[in-house]
Nanobody, 124 residues
């Protein structure tokens, strides 16, 4: 059974930083394309960033380019999302998601495995 557990969310002032982590278990982590999504109240879940299972390819939504960085540590079975220069519009529940041997996709249905989410709140 694949289990994804996020951590690192919290409350931060605009311009601040947070690092989210997502630990995976029950699967060979190196086989997973990992992604981050977020969902604000009353809005649809949106793609944030992703890191392909091999080759190191990354992809970001335009609104976070230059501010967020996705990385992984296969030895720790963990993917990270470093979020800098945070803005109030980044406030949302952030989810990690995974697809085995998958290509990067911005569509939630592409990912079979999901974490429970962690709240990120950015105050102005």
């Amino acid at each position: 059974q694949v289990l994804l557990v996020e951590s690192g969310g919290g409350l931060v002032q605009a311009g601040g930083s947070l690092r989210l982590a997502c630990a995976a278990s029950g699967v060979t982590f190196s086989s997973l394309t990992m992604a981050w999504f977020r969902q604000a109240p009353g809005k649809e879940r949106e793609f944030v960033a992703a890191l392909r299972w091999s080759g190191g390819t990354t992809y970001y939504t335009d609104s976070v380019k230059g501010r967020f960085t996705v990385s992984r540590d296969n030895a720790k079975n963990t993917v990270y999302l470093q979020m800098n220069s945070l803005k109030p519009e980044d406030t949302a529940v952030h989810y990690c998601a995974a697809a085995r041997y998958g290509e990067i996709s911005q569509q939630p249905y592409h990912y079979a495995y999901w974490g429970q989410g962690t709240q990120v709140t950015v105050s102005s």
